[in-house]
């Protein structure tokens, strides 16, 4: 019988999110009903940049919307231009950047209003480029006391992440040493074809 799971929706994840959501055991509901929290993945990714570990923001608008449903996008300054240099930067010395670049680059044109269609969008293409299919819902109502696994609150982006994963060559690890659960696209850039059967085999640490 499969266990059901509830996750935040962030913008291109980390690995270990990704850990949980690709369990084949796990029926995934997606939380758009909360309260949004400042400061976490929900609005922002990180990558690997070439002085370390860089991370991307995506401004929101301040107009009084607390569900994370409601939350509009700022596009006061033009953020996807810099994400998407960024991004070039980081990763067009990878094996496979060049391989998904026409794919990924249209996230990084397309101003959707709403952070939660943005966010879905940009996972639904993660979904195609591991080759990797996954039912999910969204949250109808929030669940105070959810029965199932709460992952809501389970990832940091102030924090080391608490999933220690097999390293994998990264572009600039020779420089910084190898830097754990990053966002998908440093998975996706570094090991292309072979980063869905990473991702469901590498995390040491998950119970």
């Known amino acids: 019988m499969n266990t059901r799971a509830v996750l935040p929706v962030f913008y291109f994840p ?3 999110w990704f850990k949980h959501f690709l369990n084949d055991s796990t029926r995934v509901s997606l939380e758009q009903m909360e309260n949004f929290p400042k400061q976490t993945f929900r609005n922002r990714t990180h990558i690997y940049g070439a002085n370390g ?12 919307q ?3 449903r409601d939350v ?3 596009y006061a300054e033009n953020w996807q231009a810099l994400h998407w240099k960024s991004i070039k930067t980081a990763y067009q ?3 496979y950047f060049e391989y998904y670049e026409d794919a990924l680059e249209p996230i990084f044109q397309d ?5 939660l269609k943005h966010n879905l969008k940009a996972l639904n293409l993660v979904l195609d480029l591991l080759k ?4 999910f819902e969204l949250t109808t109502a929030y669940e105070k006391e959810f029965l199932g696994d709460d992952l809501r609150s389970a990832f940091s982006a102030k924090q080391p992440s608490q999933y220690a994963q097999k390293p994998y060559y990264q572009t600039f690890s020779d420089k910084y040493g190898y830097l754990n659960d990053l966002s998908v696209l440093d998975l996706l850039c570094n090991l292309g074809p072979e980063s869905a059967l990473y991702i469901r085999t590498s995390n040491e640490n998950l119970k």
């Open 14 to 16: 980390p690995i270990g």
């Open 111 to 115: 101003q959707e209003s709403s952070l």
């Open 53 to 64: 570990k860089l991370p991307l923001f995506i401004p929101i608008r301040h107009d009084g």
């Open 72 to 74: 509009q996008i700022s």
């Open 93 to 95: 010395g990878s094996a």
């Open 66 to 68: 607390r569900l994370y």
């Open 132 to 135: 990797t299919p996954k039912e």
